[in-house]
C-alpha cells in the first residue's frame, strides 16, 4: 500500500503540511526540530491510532490549537480510500473515510500498515519490557485489529480491578483472602482478567511464534558476514507471569496455536494463587501486562549481554520481521525510517537500503543529503520553518 | 468572563454532563432571551428536584408516589425482571415495546475505581424481591461496557443458586463499551429478543 497524498492540519509542529507522494522512496531532508519525525508520526498514528514517541494525544496537537487533523488519500492495489482522523485530546477522536463519519477512530484500523524504525529502537532490546509489550501489541493490532478494543478493555479492568485489591487489601491481605463476600467481588473482577486476559496472551503468543523465523532470518541477513555465516542466531521467547503453568510449546513456531480456554483457566487458577500476594501488594501480579518478550542472541539474553552494534542489529531485526510478517499478511506496509542510516554502520546500512529499495513506499528523513543511501533516490521534500519544499 | 449572574449561570451550565464551555454560554444566552414564564417553571421545576426525588419502593426507578408507574401496572408480567443500571436505561428499553415485564434499576455498576461495590447498588433489593416475588426470569441489561460486564457476571453467579430461575444477558450486538441509553430502538429491540440464557 503506499499514500497518494497527505495532509496535515495543527499536528504537531505544522500548522499546515500538504504532501503529494508517490510510490517509491520520499526522503525527507532538514536540520534537527524542523518537523520531520512530526510527518513519519502522523503516517504511523494512522496505522496504530498512538504515536511512537508518547502515550497521550496532547502533545500531537500544535499549541494552543484544539485539534490535529491527519488526512491521507491510502492506495491498497486498485482502491484507493480517503481517511481523516480529528484528534482533540479530552474529547472523543473522530474518523471519516472517503468523509463519510465512521463511529469509531477504531474502525480505520486495518486501512494503513506501518512499519517504523527509529534510534528510539534500540530500547526494543535495552529497554524495560513495557517497550517490548508495546511492539508486540502494536504489530498484533495491526495484523487484526479487533485487538485494539480488546487491549484497551483490559487495560480498563485492570485499572478496576488494582482499585479493588487495594481498597480489600486495606484491611489486612491475610483476613480479606478468608472474607467470601469481599471474594465474591474479586471473583468478578478475575473472570473478566482471565477472559480478556487469554484472548491478548493468546494472540501475542501466537504472534511470537510467527515472529521468531523472521526474525531470525532478518538477523542473519543483517549481521552476517558477506559470503560467510553468522556466528550467532537471534531468537525470541515469549516470557508469561504464568510461568510453567503455559503450555511449554505455546510460541513457538513448531508448537500448537495457543488455546484461549485453557489460558482463560491457567490465569483464573493462577490469580487464584496469587490471591494473598495480590491483595498485600495491591496490585494484578499475573497478566499480559506483566510479560515480555526475551530477545535472545546466541542462546543467551540480549539485554545485558549484546554489544551496542549487535543491539542495533536485533532492534532492526524486529522491524524488518514485522514488515516480513505484515507483508505476508495483510498486504505491504509503508516503511517509516527515522533518522537510522546515520546511525548504522556501512554493512547494515547497506541491508536496510536493500529492503527499502525494493519497498512500495518508504519514508526517510536525514539531516543532511549523505545520510541517505544512493538506493533511495525519489521524491525529496526539504524541511524548514514550518515548509516542506518539494524538489 | 461575562459580568455578574450571566457568568454565574454559564459556570453552573458548563459542570453538567456533556455541556461544554460553548454549549454552556450558547444555552445561557438562550435562557436569558426567554419568556420569563418558562424560566419561572424551569427554576420551579429545579426547586422541586433539590426537595428530593421519589423512588420507587420496589424497582428503585424515578416515581411520582412510593410505586413508580410501571410497578402499579397490572398488565405487566410479574414474574419477568428487566435488570438495568439507571432509570434512563428504562426509558430506552421502553422505547423497544419489547419488554412487558417489570424492572429493577441497581442505580449504576460495579465500579471499584469510584468505590462502587455491591452494596452501594440495589443489589440486596434485587435478591429479596426474587425471593419474595414469583419471579422466574431475569434479564440482564446492564451497559455493554466493562463496569456492565462486571456486573453481569456479579448477578450471573449470585443468581444462579436460585432454584427455577432462568437468567439471560441481552444478546450481543450492541456496540461494545457503548451506553444502552444510546442503543438505537432497533437495535435494542434485537438485542431483547435475542437474549441468551447463562
Ligand atoms: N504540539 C506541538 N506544537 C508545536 N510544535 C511542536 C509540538 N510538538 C513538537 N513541536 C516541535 O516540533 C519540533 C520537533 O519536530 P521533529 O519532527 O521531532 O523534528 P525533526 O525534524 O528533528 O525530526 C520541535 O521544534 C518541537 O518544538
Ligand atoms: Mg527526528
Ligand atoms: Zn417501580
Keep these: ?391 | 468572563m461575562y459580568e455578574g449572574v450571566v457568568q454565574d449561570l454559564i459556570d453552573e451550565l458548563g459542570r453538567l454532563p456533556g455541556v461544554g464551555p460553548k454549549s454552556a454560554q450558547r444555552i445561557a444566552f438562550h435562557l436569558l432571551s426567554s419568556d420569563p414564564a418558562d424560566i419561572t417553571r424551569l427554576a420551579e421545576v429545579l426547586g422541586k428536584v433539590a426537595e428530593g426525588v421519589q423512588f420507587c419502593e420496589t424497582c428503585g426507578n424515578v416515581a411520582e408516589q412510593e410505586q413508580c408507574r410501571i410497578c402499579r401496572d397490572e398488565r405487566r408480567e410479574p414474574n419477568v425482571i428487566c435488570v438495568v443500571e439507571e432509570s434512563k436505561d428504562v426509558l430506552a428499553v421502553e422505547r423497544t415495546r419489547e419488554f412487558k415485564g417489570r424492572y429493577h434499576v441497581l442505580g449504576g455498576a460495579l465500579d471499584p475505581l469510584s468505590g462502587v461495590g455491591p452494596d452501594q447498588l440495589r443489589m440486596r433489593e434485587l435478591l429479596a424481591r426474587i425471593s419474595s416475588d414469583e419471579v422466574t426470569e431475569v434479564i440482564i441489561a446492564t451497559d455493554p461496557n466493562t463496569e456492565g460486564e462486571a456486573t453481569a457476571t456479579y448477578l450471573v453467579r449470585v443468581l444462579r443458586d436460585f432454584p427455577g430461575l432462568t437468567v439471560t444477558r441481552l444478546a450481543s450486538g450492541l456496540p461494545m463499551g457503548g451506553d444502552l441509553e444510546f442503543a438505537d430502538e432497533l437495535t435494542l429491540g434485537r438485542a431483547l429478543s435475542g437474549r441468551r440464557a447463562l
Design chain 1, 1 to 391: 500500500m503506499h499514500l497518494r497524498h497527505l495532509q496535515l492540519t495543527d499536528f504537531r509542529s505544522w500548522e499546515h503540511a500538504d504532501l503529494e507522494l508517490g510510490q517509491g522512496p520520499i526522503v525527507l531532508i532538514g536540520r534537527n526540530g524542523k518537523g520531520k519525525t512530526n510527518v513519519l508520526e502522523a503516517v504511523g498514528y494512522l496505522a496504530t491510532l498512538g504515536s511512537h514517541r508518547v502515550s497521550s494525544d496532547t502533545p500531537l496537537v500544535r499549541h494552543e490549537r484544539e485539534r490535529a487533523l491527519i488526512r491521507a488519500a491510502v492506495v491498497n492495489g486498485d482502491r484507493e480510500l480517503v481517511v481523516e482522523l480529528e484528534i482533540s485530546p479530552g474529547k472523543s477522536n473522530r474518523a471519516r473515510i472517503n468523509r463519510g463519519a465512521v463511529g469509531r477512530p477504531r474502525d480505520v484500523l486495518g486501512i494503513v500498515h506501518t512499519v517504523l524504525f527509529a534510534p528510539e529502537d534500540l530500547s526494543l532490546v535495552k529497554g524495560d519490557p513495557a517497550e517490548r509489550r508495546r511492539f508486540l501489541d502494536d504489530l498484533l493490532v495491526q495484523r487484526s485489529p479487533r485487538y485494539a478494543g480488546i487491549r484497551s478493555e483490559y487495560d480498563r479492568v485492570l485499572r478496576q480491578r488494582n482499585a479493588l485489591l487495594k481498597s480489600t487489601g486495606k484491611r489486612g491481605a491475610r483476613a480479606a483472602a478468608d472474607d467470601p463476600y469481599a471474594l465474591s467481588t474479586l471473583a468478578v473482577w478475575d473472570s473478566q482478567l482471565a477472559e480478556l486476559g487469554a484472548q491478548l496472551l493468546a494472540a501475542r503468543l501466537d504472534l511470537v511464534a510467527d515472529l521468531a523465523p523472521h526474525t531470525a532470518a532478518a538477523y542473519d541477513g543483517i549481521a552476517g558476514s558477506p559470503g560467510g555465516e553468522p556466528d550467532k542466531s537471534a531468537g525470541i521467547t515469549y516470557r508469561s507471569s504464568l510461568g510453567s503453568a503455559l503450555p511449554a510449546d505455546y510460541g513457538t513456531p513448531e508448537g500448537q496455536r495457543a488455546d484461549v480456554d485453557i489460558l482463560i483457566k491457567a490465569l483464573g487458577d493462577a490469580v487464584v494463587e496469587s490471591r494473598e500476594s495480590e491483595l498485600e501488594r495491591g496490585v494484578s501480579l499475573i497478566g499480559p501486562h506483566r510479560d515480555d518478550l526475551e530477545i535472545t542472541l546466541g542462546g543467551s539474553p540480549a539485554k545485558g549481554y549484546a554489544s551496542h552494534g549487535e543491539s542495533w542489529s536485533l532492534a532492526l531485526a524486529l522491524r524488518l520481521a514485522s514488515y516480513e510478517l505484515l507483508r505476508d499478511e495483510a498486504g505491504e506496509p509503508i516503511l517509516l525510517l527515522d533518522d537510522v542510516f546515520a546511525e548504522l554502520d556501512r554493512h547494515r546500512r547497506a541491508r536496510l537500503a536493500e529492503v527499502a529499495s525494493r519497498a512500495e513506499q518508504v519514508f526517510v528523513t536525514a539531516a543532511v543529503d549523505e545520510d541517505v543511501p544512493g538506493e533511495l533516490t525519489g521524491v525529496r521534500y526539504t524541511v524548514d520553518e514550518g515548509r516542506l519544499v518539494r524538489e
